[in-house]
């Protein structure tokens, strides 16, 4: 069974940090693009970010740009987004996602989707 286990979310005050984590299981990471979207409440889903399988080619929406990270540990079947910086505009449910083939900021465009953690920028 293909399964995103995601961790990390919670209440950060305005320019503090977290790391959301994205363990996969009933597949092996190696071969597949992630991504990782986010969803504030009212609002369309919107890209974040994406790492490639390959390479490790990454891509950034240009709101998170120098402040997020995403990285992988194939080892460990994980992904992960480090973010720092944190604003109260971040504040969203955010979900890894995954896809055989390239890197893209297309949702669409992916198959296997975790359930979600939530992220809350606030003082």
């Known amino acids: 069974q293909v399964q995103f286990v995601e961790s990390g979310g919670g209440l950060v005050q305005p320019g503090g940090s977290l790391r959301l984590s994205c363990a996969a299981s009933?597949?092996?990471?190696?071969?597949?693009?992630i991504g990782w979207f986010r969803q504030a409440p009212g609002k369309e889903r919107e890209a974040v970010s994406c790492?490639?399988?390959?390479?490790?080619?990454?891509y950034y929406a240009d709101s998170v740009k120098g402040r997020f990270t995403i990285s992988r540990d194939n080892a460990k079947n994980t992904l992960y987004l480090q973010m720092n910086s944190l604003k109260p505009e971040d504040t969203a449910v955010y979900y890894c996602?995954?896809?055989?083939?390239?890197?893209?900021?297309?949702?669409?465009?992916?198959?296997?989707w975790g359930q979600g953690t939530q992220v809350t920028v606030s003082s």
């Open positions: 009933g597949f092996t990471l190696d071969y597949y693009a």
């Open positions: 790492i490639s399988s390959s390479e490790g080619s990454t």
């Open positions: 996602a995954a896809r055989l083939g390239v890197c893209t900021l297309f949702g669409t465009a992916y198959r296997y």
